[in-house]
């Protein structure tokens, strides 16, 4: 049973949920997702991390009164093999903790580098990465909510079947300087590094729950099992 903490930050938490029991039913490893809401709750027990995406800066303010993020990063440094998988704005949480926190990546980045809002896009990524195989399940339409609207099909339907290929969805996202990654490029944008990973902590600039295409919440939760 690996136990995956998922940071209920603010932002794409959901969306990573369902994307871990897809990832698990295609690994066949049992899991159970411990929403994470205060630092009280982050203890040794948990295997594996998600810092999920939204905006950083609210992500900060939220957590201060429930401690979530200290408690997070203490762990982090505790527990430096036990894997880490941070997207979007996670992913600017693990190179610019804050808190008098050193950063997580060997990997500067920048918020917002991309542009506005509006400037979010979706793009063919290259990435390079051990991943343990398992079917490539593209997500069913998404259910309307109880407001009748329907959730946006973003990368739904173009899960890409080439394992060195993925759909990028980048929302708002963080840019790597590109003259200062000192830790392995995993995923890239035509030449410009969208991915990295230092040790167990895995960061990505673009939202891989929102594809359909689970093979990052694979690599998670493999090397949680194979840490165990
Ligand atoms: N723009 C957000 C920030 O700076 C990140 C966007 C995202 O996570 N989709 O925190």
């Not at 990524?125 to 329907?150: C, M, W, Y």
């Not at 969805?169 to 230092?198: H, K, T």
């Amino acid at each position: 049973m690996v136990r995956v903490g998922l940071a209920m930050l603010q932002g794409a938490r959901h969306e990573h949920a369902e994307a871990l029991r897809a990832a698990s039913q295609q690994l066949e490893i049992d899991i159970e997702i411990v929403e994470l809401r205060s630092g009280l709750e982050v203890d040794e027990s948990l295997d594996c991390l998600i810092l999920p995406g939204g905006e950083s800066t609210a992500m900060r303010k939220a957590s201060q009164s429930e401690s979530l993020l200290s408690a997070l990063f203490s762990w982090m440094e505790q527990h430096p093999q036990r894997p880490v998988l941070g997207t979007c704005a996670g992913a600017i949480l693990l190179a610019n903790p804050g808190e008098g926190q050193a950063s997580f990546l060997r990997a500067q980045i920048s918020r917002n580098a991309w542009g506005r809002q509006r400037d979010s896009f979706e793009a063919e990524l290259d990435i390079s990465l051990e991943i343990p195989s398992g079917e490539l399940v593209p997500l069913e339409t998404a259910k309307r909510d109880q407001f009748n609207h329907q959730p946006l099909p973003v990368g739904t339907h173009t899960v890409s079947r080439n394992m060195a290929k993925f759909h990028g969805v980048f929302i708002r996202a963080p840019r790597f300087d590109q003259s200062n990654i000192e830790c392995e490029p995993v995923a890239s944008f035509g030449d410009e590094v969208v991915g990295v990973l230092d040790g167990q902590r895995l960061a990505l600039t673009f939202h891989p729950e929102l594809t359909g295409d689970y093979r990052f919440h694979r690599w998670l939760l493999d090397k949680a099992h194979s840490v165990q």
